[in-house]
């Protein structure tokens, strides 16, 4: 009685405050008994639980929300997807400034073996070939370029042909899908724990001394843009303060997903955020799987930061001309980085091709990146996967102000 008493108490609090205990004592675990392995197997049972549930459901709501969608979600899609990809480049011009401002040299020792892609051309070739691979592949792999590109097209198909029973059992399955998704979530205090506890008997503080000028200007652009510059642009949609919506996305979104690593994982906790919010389902089910291919605001930041660093570092003159130059390709390769093995790292030797640097060089700042992962990609994700809850509801609440809809009750409320 006393153990079920205690986990009712358990279930009622706050999930962020678990997680807020999950994490505290996984890194109190990790400096004290880092040899104690099978703590580790916590975060990698909660992951691979989310990856293998997130792009079934995916695709089910995807599908569902297109054959049920009305004419009027075009101009909100038009708006989410110009945002994305907008605040994408100003988080590479964010990144140029702050490498211009606060230059970094490496120590380029050790090389990666390991295939870029050689040339811009190369990224969208990837692009169009993951969008039509086999969809049952896709779903297995995890490749969401794929999973959306035939779940539109099931999608408009169940629309056209006027499938209304079928369209109704995928949506049935898809909110089966989402209950499975919210128990799985329930285990997010201990996925943490053990997420939290393999980064810290693994690497410890070490990143924070050996690369830490490096660390803190990655994660300064990051911060600038998603606290400085992602709000700018929600607030000239809206004119109401964007602060609210940008922490609660922070909060609930952000934190698993630095911890989790990977924005796939974190689809069906945006798209939780999302229904709590109060957003149109037909239009978060699509957007969210959509903003975690395009919107990469720390992946330009990562390419953009470190590619200047080689630049520097080699002793390379880069122009101001040149270097916003490379804010559109960082630009562009972010939005292909979803697609690649080892995420925008890998796109770095593509970015110093532009400056004639050779590939021996630029996969050194590769080895760099794979050390300081554990916060750079961390920090990444979650940026990223906030924003795309951030930006899916501002274009719904700008299309609600267009049509007077926009009440005080609403995230934006002064």
């Given at each position: 009685?006393?153990?079920?008493?205690?986990?009712?108490?358990?279930?009622?609090?706050?999930?962020?405050?678990?997680?807020?205990?999950?994490?505290?004592?996984?890194a109190?675990?990790?400096?004290?008994?880092?040899?104690?392995?099978?703590?580790?197997?916590?975060?990698?049972?909660?992951?691979?639980?989310l990856?293998?549930?997130?792009?079934?459901?995916?695709?089910?709501?995807v599908?569902?929300?297109?054959?049920?969608?009305?004419?009027?979600l075009g101009?909100?899609?038009?708006?989410?997807?110009?945002?994305?990809?907008?605040?994408?480049?100003?988080?590479?011009?964010?990144?140029?400034?702050?490498?211009?401002?606060?230059?970094?040299t490496?120590?380029?020792r050790d090389?990666v073996?390991?295939?870029?892609?050689?040339?811009?051309?190369?990224?969208?070739?990837?692009?169009?070939?993951?969008?039509?691979?086999?969809?049952?592949?896709?779903?297995s792999?995890?490749?969401?370029i794929?999973?959306?590109?035939?779940?539109i097209l099931?999608?408009?198909?169940?629309?056209?042909?006027?499938?209304?029973?079928?369209?109704?059992?995928?949506?049935?399955?898809?909110?089966?899908?989402?209950?499975?998704?919210?128990?799985i979530?329930?285990?997010?205090?201990?996925g943490?724990?053990?997420?939290?506890?393999?980064?810290?008997?693994?690497?410890?503080?070490?990143?924070?001394?050996?690369y830490?000028?490096?660390?803190?200007l990655?994660?300064?652009?990051?911060?600038?843009?998603?606290?400085?510059?992602?709000?700018?642009?929600?607030?000239?949609?809206?004119?109401?303060?964007?602060?609210?919506?940008?922490?609660?996305?922070l909060?609930e979104?952000?934190?698993?997903?630095?911890?989790?690593?990977?924005?796939?994982?974190?689809i069906?906790?945006?798209?939780?955020l999302?229904q709590?919010?109060g957003?149109?389902?037909d239009?978060y089910?699509?957007?969210i799987?959509?903003g975690?291919?395009?919107?990469?605001?720390?992946?330009?930041?990562?390419?953009?930061?470190?590619?200047?660093?080689v630049?520097?570092?080699?002793?390379?003159?880069?122009?101001?001309?040149?270097?916003?130059?490379?804010s559109i390709?960082?630009t562009?390769a972010?939005c292909?980085?979803?697609?690649?093995?080892g995420?925008?790292?890998?796109?770095?030797?593509?970015?110093?091709?532009?400056?004639n640097?050779?590939n021996?060089?630029?996969?050194?700042?590769v080895?760099v990146?794979?050390i300081i992962?554990?916060?750079?990609d961390?920090?990444?994700?979650a940026?990223?996967s906030?924003g795309?809850?951030?930006?899916?509801?501002?274009?719904?609440?700008y299309?609600?102000?267009?049509?007077?809809?926009l009440s005080?009750s609403?995230?934006?409320?002064e």
């Open positions: 009685m006393k153990f079920i008493s205690v986990f009712v108490k358990w279930s009622k609090m706050s999930l962020v405050l678990r997680i807020l205990i999950g994490l505290t004592i996984g109190f675990l990790g400096l004290t008994v880092p040899h104690w392995n099978g703590i580790g197997i916590l975060g990698v049972v909660f992951v691979s639980a990856k293998a549930i997130a792009p079934v459901l995916v695709v089910t709501l599908a569902a929300s297109i054959a049920k969608a009305g004419s009027g101009p909100r899609f038009s708006v989410v997807i110009s945002r994305y990809l907008l605040s994408t480049f100003i988080a590479a011009l964010c990144a140029v400034v702050g490498s211009f401002l606060f230059p970094v490496l120590q380029l090389v073996d390991q295939a870029p892609p050689g040339d811009l051309s190369e990224v969208f070739v990837n692009l169009l070939t993951n969008m039509v691979t086999n969809p049952i592949v896709s779903i792999n995890g490749n969401y794929g999973i959306l590109f035939w779940a099931i999608g408009l198909a169940l629309k056209f042909a006027a499938c209304s029973a079928t369209i109704e059992m995928v949506q049935d399955f898809s909110n089966s899908l989402t209950y499975i998704v919210n128990w979530i329930q285990f997010a205090p201990f943490i724990l053990g997420l939290v506890f393999t980064s810290v008997s693994e690497s410890g503080m070490e990143v924070f001394t050996t830490g000028h490096l660390v803190l990655l994660v300064g652009c990051m911060l600038a843009n998603t606290l400085i510059f992602n709000p700018l642009i929600s607030y000239l949609m809206i004119h109401r303060n964007p602060y609210p919506l940008l922490f609660t996305c909060k979104s952000g934190l698993q997903a630095f911890f989790t690593r990977s924005s796939a994982a974190n069906p906790v945006n798209m939780k999302c709590k919010l957003l149109d389902e239009f089910s699509v957007s799987p959509l975690s291919a395009i919107n990469m605001d720390g992946a330009a930041v990562t390419i953009t930061v470190m590619t200047l660093a630049a520097h570092t080699v002793g390379v003159d880069v122009s101001f001309a040149s270097a916003f130059f490379l390709i960082a562009l972010a292909g980085a979803s697609g690649v093995a995420g925008s790292l890998l796109l770095i030797p593509l970015a110093c091709s532009f400056f640097i050779g021996d060089i630029a996969m050194q700042a080895a990146g794979f992962g554990v916060v750079q961390s920090v990444e994700t940026l990223n906030s795309d809850v951030f930006f899916t509801a501002t274009a719904e609440y299309d609600r102000m267009k049509s007077g809809k005080k609403d995230t934006y409320s």
